[in-house]
C-alpha cells in the first residue's frame, strides 16, 4: 500500500476513476449486445431504434475515454451496414 498522502490521494482516485469506467464500459457492452440481439431477430424497427441508442452510447464512451474515436466509428460502420442487410432483406 502507499505511504506518502499523495500516493494515497492518487489511488483513491484511481479506484474511484475504476468504478466510473467500469460502468461506462458495462452500460456500452450491455447496448452492444442489445444490438447484435435485435439484429439477429430479424425486426428492421426495432433494430433501428436500438441502433439510435446504441450510437449514443457509443458517442457518450468516446467522450468519457472508454473507447477511441475510430474504434467507435467501426463498431457503428459495422452495425449500421448489418442494419441496412436488414432492411432489405425485410423490403
Known amino acids: 500500500m502507499a505511504n506518502?498522502?499523495?500516493s494515497l490521494k492518487?489511488?483513491?482516485?484511481?479506484?474511484?476513476?475504476t468504478v466510473v469506467?467500469?460502468?461506462n464500459r458495462s452500460k456500452l457492452r450491455g447496448s452492444l449486445r442489445l444490438m447484435r440481439e435485435?439484429?439477429?431477430?430479424g425486426d428492421a424497427t426495432v433494430a433501428k431504434?436500438?441502433?439510435r441508442s446504441t450510437v449514443s452510447v457509443l458517442d457518450k464512451a468516446v467522450q468519457k475515454g472508454v473507447l477511441h474515436?475510430?474504434?467507435?466509428s467501426r463498431y457503428k460502420?459495422?452495425?449500421n451496414s448489418r442494419l441496412k442487410t436488414l432492411?432489405?432483406?425485410?423490403a
Open 87 to 90: 432492411a432489405l432483406k425485410a
Open 10 to 17: 492518487r489511488a483513491k482516485q484511481t479506484l474511484a476513476k
Open 4 to 6: 506518502h498522502v499523495s
Open 77 to 79: 460502420s459495422r452495425l
Open 21 to 23: 469506467n467500469r460502468s
Open 49 to 51: 431504434e436500438q441502433y
Open 69 to 72: 474515436d475510430n474504434t467507435a
Open 38 to 41: 435485435a439484429l439477429t431477430k
